[in-house]
Structure formats: structure tokens, C-alpha cells
């Protein structure tokens, strides 16, 4: 006759070999997996807390519906049942309100007051971005810090560089003149945010087939917008998943530890 433990011993190797037992470490397995994701998104959003125009980006996550988990061995799968109660990243989004308005008093830094962006002529075909501390090149274009050209009405921007940049005058509806020539207008769209795929270096390219909308935003010459990061929001989130990540670390080593008893100690007695 068996005792107790060799019963008890018997029934949850059973259910290992069903995957119940182990349910728990997948569960705190897949937490551990999303605050990672979420961990590195938060850390870049603090990392361009003073990059003007960044947009932060925020996780959007969601508790697994019921689905089977496999075991892969030398080509063979077996089922080892089924996990409710995960958690998962379903999409990453980019918040895009405005970020705060400073003024710089630099002549060709530029911010948009409302909904909008700056259309820049890259390497890779047009983008957009609300960063807008400018440059010019020794031709006279109008540039951005990484080299991509400022797209007005009429084609990038070019501007004298022979003459002196005080100058330059930038309008509200993104006029520009240089003294009292009118060179161009700044050419300014706008999208849903939906729409939207950040790239990098503040850049944003918009989903194939989109169409942008006319932007009303106005121009502010001598300012630069500022990312929307707050940083103590950031702060606290930051505190809060390394708490949480402790925490389901703690529940997969806790389940190791109950396993290494269940083989070791109650599988010697039978």
C-alpha cells in the first residue's frame, strides 16, 4: 500500500506531466517577459526626456485569453496544457500631445503651436517630426541636426547663406523671408496618430495609403517645442516595475523550489 506522501508525490507528477504544476511559472514567466518590454520603453522615454519633439511611447498590454502551451522535443510536440491569466504586449503607441513650448531666442528654431509637423526630404523618401531646431548647410538649405532637408510649397528650403541669419524671419502660417524676400512656406501636415510609425531621431513615417490632413498649427519662431516625458511620471513607473518584476521573479523561484522538493525529497520514498 502506498502512504500518503507516495500518493500525494503521484498526483502531482501527473499533473506535471499535464503542465498544471507549472502553470504558475509560465504565468510569472509572461509577466516577467511584458515588464521587460515595458521596462526598456520607459527607459528610452526617460533617455529623451530633453530631446525637443520627442513623442513618448507607451505599452498597451493585456491578460492572455486561455491558450494551449506545447513542449518541442528532437521534432516531437506534445501538449502541456492550457494557461489562463498571462500577460502580454499587444502594441506599443506613441503618445503624441504637446510637449511644452521654451523659448530659445535661436533664429531658426522652430515650434508648432497645435496639431502638425515639419515634412522632411530624407534619404529614405519623406518624413515628418515636430523637432524643430534647424540648420543651415553650406549650400543654404534648410536642414535638420541629422542632415535632412526642411520641405516647403515649392521643394526643400533654401535660403542666401551670404547674408546675415538675423535676417530671416519665420511667420506664424510658416512664411519665411529673408529681409523683404519672400523665399517660401514651410510645408505643414498633419495625421491621426493611428497613422503614425516612429522611426527615430523624432522622425515619423506615416502608414502606406494615408493622406494628410491640413494643418492649422502655427509657426513660432526663436522656440522649440519639448518632449511630453514627465520625467516623475516615468519615475514612478520605472519604481513601480522593478517591484513588480521582483515580485514574479520571487513566484518563479518559489515554484522551482517546490519542484526540487516534490522530485527530490517525496521521489526518494517511492
Request: charged residues 25%; negative net charge; contains cysteine.
Amino acid at each position: 500500500m502506498e502512504n500518503f506522501l507516495q500518493q500525494t508525490l503521484r498526483k502531482y507528477m501527473a499533473e506535471l506531466g499535464g503542465g498544471k504544476l507549472l502553470r504558475g511559472l509560465y504565468i510569472a514567466a509572461s509577466g516577467m517577459i511584458a515588464d521587460e518590454i515595458r521596462h526598456s520603453v520607459v527607459s528610452n522615454n526617460l533617455a529623451n526626456a530633453n530631446t525637443s519633439g520627442y513623442k513618448k511611447d507607451v505599452v498597451i498590454g493585456q491578460t492572455f485569453s486561455e491558450v494551449l502551451i506545447s513542449c518541442q522535443y528532437k521534432d516531437r510536440k506534445a501538449p502541456v496544457g492550457r494557461l489562463p491569466l498571462g500577460a502580454g504586449v499587444i502594441d506599443i503607441s506613441t503618445k503624441t500631445t504637446p510637449g511644452m513650448i521654451e523659448n530659445t531666442g535661436g533664429i531658426l528654431d522652430l515650434a508648432l503651436d497645435g496639431d502638425g509637423f515639419f515634412v522632411l526630404e530624407t534619404a529614405q523618401g519623406e518624413r515628418i517630426s515636430r523637432q524643430g531646431n534647424f540648420q543651415l548647410d553650406r549650400e543654404g538649405y534648410l536642414q535638420t541636426l541629422n542632415g535632412d532637408r526642411i520641405l516647403g510649397l515649392n521643394g526643400p528650403i533654401r535660403l542666401d547663406p551670404s547674408s546675415f541669419a538675423s535676417e530671416i524671419k519665420v511667420k506664424s502660417d510658416g512664411s519665411i523671408y529673408q529681409g523683404d524676400l519672400f523665399v517660401d512656406r514651410l510645408s505643414i501636415v498633419d495625421y491621426d496618430s493611428s497613422l503614425l510609425i516612429k522611426e527615430g531621431n523624432s522622425r515619423f513615417t506615416v502608414r502606406e495609403g494615408a493622406f494628410p490632413a491640413q494643418s492649422e498649427a502655427g509657426v513660432i519662431q526663436g522656440a522649440l517645442e519639448r518632449s511630453n516625458v514627465n520625467v516623475i511620471e516615468e519615475m514612478v513607473n520605472m519604481i513601480t516595475l522593478m517591484r513588480t518584476y521582483e515580485t514574479e521573479q520571487k513566484l518563479v523561484q518559489a515554484h522551482n523550489e517546490t519542484l526540487d522538493k516534490l522530485i527530490n525529497d517525496l521521489g526518494a520514498n517511492i
